[in-house]
């Protein structure tokens, strides 16, 4: 029998091994419906991840690399096991954290809004430096786009923490955190910007990098003559550099004629030539100036010059549409449209071309779309030249689950002039009931209809169309119905009175995010005015137009003069710059809004409960949301005591 001393060294020996292998085998972590094999994954390793969730083919799974400020997507692609989706990734070098996505239709599952987003470490086990601040400015920028929900005070402690811990790094983020600071705490962000500015005041010479991060931070802060004074500044020092390039990009745009945009953009060619986004967007400038003078030998010598495949296709695009709009030379339009179509074919699959922001799926994914819509415009042209059949068949295949109502209306249109009358209803009636539909559809229909064979009353067939539409607008809306408190502001309205959000609580408030130089926001006016007058008399219902990125001395002028010229009865407020001269906007910037038109349709309770971005062209379309979202904001929503 072996002695107790023996037996102990044994036990110690085998404990001691098992406490190794514990230690040497990383269990990984879970984060919500995600699991990842690396509890402290690195740089360059390869990790397994599994995911619980719901997914389908159309579902979009990616994954973001983290690098400063800059998120680069990449597919993740999973094998199915028992429920279970299984990928392996292999993580860049260079990057300092990373987060995940997935979403499905327009609707992201982010873990409860907190998101999938973690850090990376090194081999000591340590976070990687510019992780927490890499972080801090995804979450700071993720709500409106990946559904992430987190308090600004938090993303804003993520980043100091990291900052002030790796002071070597503040050039890399200062820019991007004065932005994040100006739009949550101005009076921080300002000490900020000044704190910065003076650092570089105090420096003997600047890199040209360092006057692009002053004249961002000089910007930011609204200060627009010293911006501009710096700009100046730095683009006598570097006449190679960004700023310099971007400043004769906009010199292209402004100039009064070809001429002068051909003076600029071989300024930039003798001292610059470099190939990219500045080039390419002057280039289709003055192509676009030698369409207006019908030179085209001239344009085509121009758009030989561009390399960016996307920006010749939308070229080619738009030129064809034009001359087809206005029945000018159709056969050099159909030339166009076709050349449009044949760029975006050559770009599908291959992804030298891909800008950093999208993966591979979603730059496929954005080709597929601009195909759909150029090869519309080709449909158009070839029913203009009176081949019918061959703009059937176009438009037949151009049309996707997201074509919009203008594309629906053209292909119904094209069915009926061919006598194709029990197609023409059928598809009618489909567009219709998935509320795709211009106004003029019913009538398309109700000529189809009368075509046809059909025993029912018109009315009462129409009538089941309609309400059919109006349950799938319902069921749509409820499913992506939000509950999100709504940020208090104070603005005036054109008539100097000061109006609060806090006033209107116990009323659905419906705001209306626009400018007078945005397009679709104008468009969508009519669809809204009708909506004012159908909730006229209802006292629980208040439209407020927040007037936002309007820049200009005379932007109160120019907006009483819209509206009284357009006979419009809106209560329009006007949005606050975040300081003198800034081009970024209070209200806008505290809804985390991204683009306009945009609605946000608050209840009763002072809870977000829909956010539209954007407008669909139909304006009956857009009378019947608001209707329903009123409805669903008011039904069992009682203010607070």
């Given at each position: ?38 509890s ?35 597919d ?6 028992a429920?279970?989706?299984n990928?392996?990734?292999q ?9 995940f ?5 327009d ?17 000591n ?34 980043i ?5 811990k ?9 820019v ?20 910065r500015?003076?650092?570089?005041s105090?420096?003997?010479?600047l890199?040209?990098?360092?006057y692009?991060a ?13 911006s ?11 006449s190679?550099?960004?700023l ?11 100039a ?5 945009k ?15 986004y ?15 003078e ?8 121009y758009v ?24 000018e ?12 179509l044949?760029?975006i ?39 203009k030249q ?17 074509s ?19 197609l ?17 559809m ?20 129409l ?35 000061e109006i609060e959000?806090?006033?209107?609580k ?49 932007r ?72 329903i ?13």
């Amino acid at each position: 029998m072996r002695n107790f001393t023996q037996l102990l060294v044994l036990a110690m020996l085998v404990s001691f091994s098992s406490c190794e292998d514990e230690k040497s085998e990383d269990p990984g972590m879970n984060i919500g419906k995600l699991y990842i094999s690396k509890s402290k994954p690195q740089p360059g390793e390869t990790i397994n991840i599994k995911y619980s969730g719901e997914t389908s083919d159309e579902t979009e799974t990616t994954v973001n690399y983290l690098l400063n400020a800059t998120k680069y997507p990449a597919d993740i692609e999973f094998r199915d096991s028992a429920g279970i989706h299984n990928a392996i990734l292999q993580i860049p070098d260079s990057v300092q954290a990373i987060a995940f996505n997935f979403k499905n239709g327009d609707v992201y599952e982010a873990n409860d809004q907190k998101g999938y987003v973690i850090s990376l470490y090194d081999e000591n086990g340590k976070e990687i430096k510019g992780a927490g601040a890499a972080k801090g400015i995804y979450y700071a920028g993720a709500s409106e786009q990946f559904n992430v929900k987190i308090d600004k005070d938090s993303a804003l402690a993520m980043i100091e923490k990291d900052l002030e811990k790796n002071p070597e790094l503040v050039s890399e983020f200062e820019v991007d955190y004065s932005n994040v600071l100006m739009r949550t705490n101005r009076e921080k962000g300002q000490s900020y910007i000044d704190e910065r500015i003076a650092y570089y005041s105090k420096k003997d010479s600047l890199t040209a990098e360092e006057y692009e991060a002053l004249f961002y931070l000089y910007d930011h802060k609204g200060a627009e003559k010293e911006s501009d004074s710096i700009n100046k500044i730095a683009i006598e020092k570097y006449s190679k550099s960004k700023l310099a390039q971007r400043d004769l990009m906009i010199k292209v745009f402004q100039a009064k004629d070809q001429q002068e945009k051909l003076r600029y953009f071989n300024q930039y060619e003798e001292n610059i030539g470099a190939k990219n986004y500045f080039r390419n967007t002057m280039l289709r400038l003055i192509a676009d100036g030698y369409v207006n003078e019908k030179d085209w030998k001239a344009f085509n010598e121009y758009v030989a010059k561009m390399d960016d495949l996307d920006i010749k296709a939308s070229l080619f695009n738009n030129t064809a549409w034009t001359m087809a709009q206005e029945d000018e030379n159709l056969e050099k339009a159909a030339e166009f449209s076709q050349r449009s179509l044949k760029l975006i074919q050559e770009s599908l699959g291959n992804y030298e071309n891909k800008p950093d922001f999208f993966s591979r799926k979603q730059f496929d994914k954005s080709l597929k779309s601009r195909e759909s819509i150029y090869a519309d415009t080709y449909a158009y042209i070839l029913h203009k030249q009176g081949d019918l059949q061959g703009a059937i068949e176009t438009q037949k295949n151009a049309l996707t689950e997201n074509s919009g109502s203008d594309m629906t209306t053209r292909y119904v249109k094209y069915l009926l002039e061919a006598e194709q009358y029990n197609l023409a209803q059928e598809k009618a009636e489909e567009f219709m009931v998935d509320n795709r539909a211009d106004a003029e559809m019913q009538d398309y229909l109700k000529t189809a209809y009368a075509k046809n064979d059909n025993s029912e009353n018109f009315e009462t067939y129409l009538a089941g169309i309609e309400e059919k539409a109006l349950q799938n607008t319902r069921t749509e809306l409820e499913k992506n119905m939000l509950s999100e408190e709504a940020p208090s502001f104070q603005l005036k309205d054109l008539k100097g009175n000061e109006i609060e959000l806090s006033s209107l609580k116990g009323k659905t408030v419906i705001l209306d995010f626009w400018a007078t130089w945005c397009g679709p926001c104008k468009m969508s006016f009519p669809g809204m005015q009708k909506a004012i007058d159908k909730f006229a008399n209802n006292e629980n219902v208040e439209f407020l137009f927040v007037n936002t990125w309007e820049t200009g001395e005379d932007r109160i002028e120019k907006v009483t003069n819209f509206i009284e010229e357009n006979d419009y009865d809106f209560h329009v407020l006007m949005d606050e710059p975040v300081a003198e001269g800034s081009r970024d906007f209070t209200v806008v910037s505290e809804y985390g809004i991204k683009g306009i038109p945009t609605k946000i349709i608050i209840g009763p309770d002072g809870m977000i409960n829909f956010k539209k971005v954007g407008y669909s062209g139909n304006n009956e379309k857009l009378l019947k949301e608001i209707g329903i979202m009123i409805e669903l904001a008011q039904k069992n929503k009682e203010p607070e005591a």
